[in-house]
């Protein structure tokens, strides 16, 4: 099992005169847990395969149409989009850069990777900055990040479960 779940509420092992029927419940979420955290590097996995496919689609079409032809479109297409446009608007590069690939299907995983590659904080170990215009600056780029790779999965999850 992942070193990391073992921490899973390991506390009750810890409990005086905790019994093996009590161990053993928490043995099986232990499980579950286990099971959770392997079907989301699968989902991982099959958005890496979706990116992919993404790429084999795009050698296709410029095998059928010309650069100009497919500019246009995507061009086109960046104006009626919300998310490119969002993305746009990030002022900071490494953010922008990191939200570029934000397709409003991400997985929470992805949003969090976008987050660590985004370099969202910066705080370097001091905290948040005392210069309020620094301090504005980590807020700017929490918020984009927030509207353009969080939400969008937290809406699709929460939709997710409203569906089951």
Known sequence: MNGANELYLRWVTLLPGVDAGMLARRQALLT?????????VDALRLRQELAAGESELL???????????????AQAEAQRSPLSRAVRQVDDLTLRDALKHMDGL??????LI????????????????SD????????????HWWTIAAQPALVRIA????KN
């Open 32 to 40: 579950r847990a286990t099971v959770a955290t392997e079907v989301e």
């Open 59 to 73: 050698a296709e079409v410029t095998k059928r149409w010309g650069a100009g032809d497919i500019l246009r479109a």
């Open 106 to 111: 991400q997985l929470g995983v992805e949003a």
């Open 114 to 129: 976008a987050f660590d590659a985004g370099q969202v904080l910066r705080l370097g170990g001091a905290g948040l900055p």
């Open 132 to 143: 309020p215009e620094q301090l504005a600056a980590v807020v700017q780029r929490v918020l």
């Open 159 to 162: 939709n997710s479960k409203t």
